[in-house]
């Protein structure tokens, strides 16, 4: 993800990486998937989509709710990372308020309940970024940037997601490359206005020869960020290419990308409720409140061999990803087409980030320990802050997506056939160390402190490792799971009639160990194996008719599955001897899609029923929850002139329908609003556009028992653009014009929640040749 808006409006023009995805990517290759000029300005529901789609088809024909954003349309609610650019898709709830990753993300009422995106796949070009959404400290936004090599998106919500992708019964979303075939390239560089920070960035497209083209695409940024901690918070960037060869009988693409990226993670600060509202403490803006800060001692934690390790707290998260990717459609003869897409990857890097245990407390008898003031007697609130460092050891995946699909004429219509077979090696290899310090409250710069409670020679260490939250929280994790999956669709359509049916098995092994440290060292005999074998098959049908060529009606049901992967460690064993849980959502869906003139909506009634398992690795519980959530989506835009509106509505009822604890079965799931909603207009005016973005929701409670509130709040975003030359642009966007607080999630005691960032000001000034 990405910390800037403006870059993502500089996307219009920059290119990068290997493209096509879920479906026949020849038909992609001839047709395109960004919308034709006709359709701009429009929910273009006549470009070809290749998400969630075996063979690619129109939004027209499919019987699913898609919706496809290109760069112009990202840049309209000024997203400073990937998570936010998610806001305005309807149906989507994305937590974004934690930096660059580390988002909590799901749809349509599905359950957010172990944080990240445990239903939704996160892809680049069809392949996950990583195959699990919700491990503990390492989810797959982390290791994605939307960068310029950005072409547009494709976002999914349920429908065929639960069978042409594992582990993404909710949705898929896809971050589609550029490939070289708009030529040329730009260059800009982009200033924080009320922040420190530069970053700039480059692309460049080009033939090699008649049948050989290249793209080249990157970014580097440092600064302070829009939280500012004193340190140098942001450092890094990104690089990708590729080069694609045109055959007589299709084409292979190599790709590869390069991303060393360290940002800050933002946590929950100490807050106050009061009859279950949420209210600020004096000194610690929840919007702009950093705990980072100059003032740190180096942290030391253990690795996996018991050696001491000294790391950076002002690292943050420092993700490290290395991938090579090959590509290729060929026309095999007979009407058959093959199509394959291979990645290794190698993930690595260090999450750390400052958790408040406890909201501050004024107490006596305490020093600075670090700092101007070092040594000096301290009078004021102090919190236990919770350094959460984790080692991502290795993150790495070898993926690969081979299909084989063809369509036949028939007297009855015309009869398309895919089969296809997925195989994923997901290595999963942490190590967790929390230490606890005393910490002055304060969100600008804060110093540790000293206490009759501190670890002597430690500056401000209050507990170390295994004596922190009853020594849940020293790790050592080596796992790897090994995917295969064979699925298979069968479409069907004659005249104004398409009717699909997919099924997909997938099963998987999983292996290596996990153990929890004891006395600050990690004993051989206490470690636990993982060897177990789990499966499911998932399906989907759906029928899709077309009243006219502007009017269409749709439906589908749909089963799928989110297998678990740390997760469930540290409780029952997973050696096989007991039942492994697993993740069911099973889903209906009707809607319908209009286009008339300049106006065009996309409007989906949808049910979501889903069974979970989870342990929570702090308090050491199970859970063992059913949900259900029934909703009305829309999504609408319409054009006139030189004026541009999108938006979009979700309504969403969900409860809990069962669950171990009685007391919540009937209560609506937390971080649920009723009502998540967008409004983006834009108007061009000569050389200049203006654009705007209002993203809202009402309410929603901020723990299973419906005791805390999480207040609905508004965030309005800006964007202003300025051809000064026919190759020179300048632009302005602004994040939270308003500044406004909003909060998207509190601890079960709510001490401690999590905001949105406060207003943000940036200004690009872009070359293209």
């Not at 694609?244 to 946590?267: A, C, F, Q, W």
Request: charged share 20%.
């Amino acid at each position: 993800m990405t910390s800037h808006s403006l870059k993502l409006t500089r996307m219009a023009s920059l290119v990068s990486l290997a493209v096509f995805h879920m479906g026949s990517a020849l038909a992609q290759e001839a047709a395109g998937t960004v919308s034709s000029d006709k359709e701009k300005n429009s929910l273009n529901l006549n470009s070809v989509i290749v998400t969630g789609t075996p063979t690619g088809t129109s939004k027209m024909k499919a019987s699913v709710s898609i919706s496809s954003l290109d760069a112009d349309q990202i840049s309209q609610s000024a997203p400073t990372n990937a998570a936010e650019i998610l806001r305005a898709v309807p149906g989507v709830r994305a937590e974004s308020s934690g930096g660059e990753g580390n988002a909590n993300l799901t749809v349509r009422g599905v359950p957010i309940s172990a944080g990240g995106a445990r239903y939704v796949q996160f892809q680049e070009d069809g392949l996950p970024v990583l195959l699990f959404g919700d491990i503990a400290f390492a989810t797959p936004d982390m290791y994605l940037r939307a960068d310029g090599s950005l072409s547009h998106l494709e976002v999914v919500r349920g429908g065929t997601a639960s069978t042409m992708a594992t582990n993404a019964p909710g949705g898929i979303i896809n971050f589609i490359s550029k490939n070289g075939k708009e030529k040329g390239g730009s260059i800009g560089i982009t200033k924080g206005l009320d922040f420190n920070q530069t970053r700039f960035d480059f692309d460049y497209g080009a033939a090699l020869s008649p049948k050989t083209r290249m793209f080249i695409a990157g970014f580097y940024r440092n600064g302070d960020s829009s939280r500012p901690a004193g340190v140098t918070a942001e450092d890094g960037g990104q690089l990708r290419a590729n080069i694609t060869h045109e055959l007589d009988n299709g084409y292979i693409r190599l790709s590869v990308k390069h991303l060393d990226d360290k940002t800050p993670m933002n946590m929950p600060v100490p807050v106050r409720t009061v009859n279950g509202s949420i209210s600020e403490m004096a000194g610690i803006d929840p919007r702009t409140a950093s705990f980072y800060s100059p003032y740190w001692t180096r942290d030391i934690v253990l690795d996996k061999n018991n050696n001491k390790v000294s790391t950076n707290v002002n690292d943050g998260l420092h993700a490290v990803s290395n991938a090579f990717g090959l590509e290729a459609s060929l026309n095999v003869g007979n009407g058959w087409t093959l199509d394959e897409k291979f990645r290794k990857s190698t993930n690595t890097g260090r999450f750390i980030s400052i958790f408040p245990a406890d909201n501050a407390n004024n107490s006596s008898g305490m020093t600075y320990a670090t700092g101007p003031n070092a040594g000096k007697a301290y009078s004021g609130p102090a919190f236990t802050a919770t350094v959460f460092n984790t080692s991502l050891d290795d993150l790495g995946s070898t993926t690969n997506d081979v299909r084989l699909s063809r369509a036949f004429e028939l007297a009855e219509g015309k009869l398309a056939t895919t089969v296809g077979y997925f195989s994923s090696i997901q290595n999963v290899a942490l190590t967790w160390n929390f230490n606890q310090y005393l910490m002055q409250a304060s969100g600008d710069k804060p110093a540790l402190l000293n206490s009759a409670a501190t670890v002597a020679g430690s500056p401000g260490l209050l507990a170390q490792g295994t004596d922190v939250w009853g020594g849940c929280c020293n790790r050592a994790i080596d796992a790897q799971y090994k995917t295969n999956a064979l699925y298979t669709n069968l479409g069907w359509e004659k005249g104004d009639w398409n009717v699909d049916a997919s099924l997909r098995y997938d099963k998987q092994n999983a292996s290596g160990t996990y153990n929890q440290a004891v006395k600050q060292t990690y004993i051989q005999a206490n470690t636990k194996f993982i060897n177990y074998d789990v499966n499911h098959t998932s399906y989907s049908v759906g029928v899709n008719y077309r009243l006219n060529k502007d009017l269409a009606l749709f439906a589908r049901t749909s089963d799928g599955i989110a297998f678990n992967a740390d997760r469930i460690m540290f409780g029952n064993p997973l050696d096989g001897s007991t039942p492994i849980s697993t993740n069911i959502v099973k889903q209906n869906e009707a809607g319908v899609k209009w286009k008339s003139g300049d106006f065009s909506s996309f409007v989906t009634l949808f049910q979501a029923k889903t069974s979970e398992s989870n342990f929570e690795a702090t308090t050491q519980k199970f859970s063992s929850n059913t949900y259900d959530a029934k909703g009305l989506e829309v999504e609408a835009s319409y054009k006139i002139g030189a004026f541009r509106m999108t938006g979009g509505l979700t309504y969403t009822n969900a409860s809990i329908t069962a669950a171990a604890d009685k007391s919540i079965i009937g209560k609506t799931p937390r971080r649920q609003a009723k009502y998540v909603y967008q409004i983006a207009p834009t108007y061009t005016m000569g050389d200049a556009v203006f654009g705007a973005s209002l993203i809202g929701t009402s309410k929603s409670y901020g723990d299973d028992g419906n005791t805390l509130t999480l207040g609905g709040f508004n965030v309005l975003n800006a964007f202003a653009n300025y051809q000064l030359t026919e190759r020179l642009q300048a632009s302005v966007s602004i994040n939270n014009l308003l500044n406004t607080i909003g909060y998207t999630e509190v601890e079960g005691d709510g001490h401690a929640a999590r905001s949105i960032n406060g207003r943000s000001i940036r200004a690009t000034l872009k070359y293209s040749f």
